[in-house]
């Protein structure tokens, strides 16, 4: 089936949709949809082509599907790319360019970094902020 045929199929009805305003963008909870918009490019349902970014306990999964597998085979028709939550956007930004650098969906590009620097920053442990200096009178008051 092409993939046309399967967003006009999926386009209004699917368990991933989610609508907070009538008027409002459309957005969707779909794996392998990077910006999370309903829309038939970023779609990770009806494209047979899709870049997967998702957080894990040791960094980032880059989830991409081999182009040559079977319809019928599920696990070994991923290949997945993992990249440290410590290694920074830089990393980030060397996986992400040698997937489209291969052909596999470049138009995704700023999509797939944007969402793998967002899931790195995210990840990252906040600083503490330092205390409070005191100021005007009560610095007077406490000094003197």
Known sequence: ???????????????????????????????????????????????????????????LQITTRKSKASPHAVRPARTTASVRNRSGGRRSLGVVASVAKRGYRPDLRAAALGRSSALLAAQKEKKASPPKKVRGKKAAAFLG
């Open 1 to 59: 089936m092409s993939t046309d045929l399967q967003w006009l199929l999926i386009r209004k009805y699917n368990s991933f949709l989610v609508k907070k305003v009538p008027e409002g963008p459309i957005f969707s909870k779909e794996p392998g949809n990077l910006l999370n918009l309903h829309s038939h490019k970023y779609s990770g349902l009806a494209n047979s082509k899709t870049i997967d970014i998702q957080s894990s306990e040791s960094g």
